[in-house]
């Protein structure tokens, strides 16, 4: 993709499934990719499949301090920062009965840690002559879904937060987007549906035109696109990357995530 070989990107939620597959993306168009995540683990996995264009550091969004060395380890390593995807979220949500700490933990890290890392990384992206910048809304940002309050309307903020960043960062020649996944094969998925894809499917199909849920790479070539010398002019916007998820919608007026796990399978 033109416009990304020899950039710098840093990718929260790099260790994630779908945060893998956008560090793979970005590798095989020659950039450098820093992954910032707090599974250490995972982290290193991902970045030992790659040689010293892709490094790991460990990174919670809880903390300032270690976002902003997170930002300054790319930059020691590779000379600069161009790119930013913020993709770590957690799923902590139980409705109505989320209790206050639960509330407080979703938006400090799906929402507050991305604008740490942004903080952190604008100085350096100022001094690339600009930037792009990738935050992870959600389809579930845009419809009511229910049981579940934190993660939709901290997705719901970061749709808001785009905009605003877009406006403000535009003098400095940084694009800011978000890109609205629908279902897509995820840890959570993975973990809920006994790692079955195929039922997967066949839950998540009902709600996306093509019958089924996102591959991880799907979703990484719009992240990719984005960043991209063929998205010069768009800034600001959302780009729904979600199988016809929001043209055809709505869900069903009751839980549809638990139908996932194998106890839940009709007979």
Not at 149 to 177: C, F, H
Request: glycine share 10%.
């Amino acid at each position: 993709m033109r416009g990304v070989d020899r950039k710098t990107a840093v990718v929260s939620g790099g260790a994630t499934i779908i945060g893998e597959a956008v560090v793979h993306a970005f590798a095989r168009a020659g950039a450098n990719v820093v992954i910032a995540d707090i599974d250490v683990e995972g982290g290193s996995r991902v970045a030992d499949q790659f040689d010293d264009r892709v490094r790991f550091v460990a990174t919670d969004l809880r903390d300032d301090a270690s976002c902003e060395g997170c930002i300054a380890s790319a930059v020691e390593a590779y000379g600069a920062l161009n790119l930013l995807v913020n993709l770590a979220a957690v799923y902590v949500d139980d409705g109505f009965d989320s209790s206050r700490q639960d509330w407080l933990e979703s938006f400090n890290v799906n929402v507050v840690g991305g604008v740490m890392m942004l903080k952190a990384a604008r100085p350096h992206m100022q001094r690339a002559g600009g930037g792009a910048v990738v935050n992870f809304g959600s389809i579930s940002g845009k419809v009511a879904q229910t049981g579940r309050w934190l993660y939709p309307v901290s997705k719901a903020a970061i749709l808001q937060l785009t905009r605003n960043e877009a406006m403000d960062l535009a003098p400095d020649g940084i694009r800011v987007n978000s890109v609205s996944p629908g279902w897509t094969w995820s840890r959570v998925m993975a973990e809920l549906s006994g790692n079955d894809r195929a039922h997967t499917d066949a839950v998540g199909g009902a709600f996306h035109l093509f019958g089924r849920v996102a591959d991880p790479e799907e979703i990484a070539r719009a992240v990719l696109f984005l960043c991209s010398e063929e998205a010069t002019f768009i800034t600001g916007a959302d780009l729904a990357v979600d199988g016809g998820y929001s043209a055809m919608g709505p869900e069903r007026a009751e839980p549809a995530i638990p139908l996932l796990a194998k106890e839940e399978r009709p007979q």
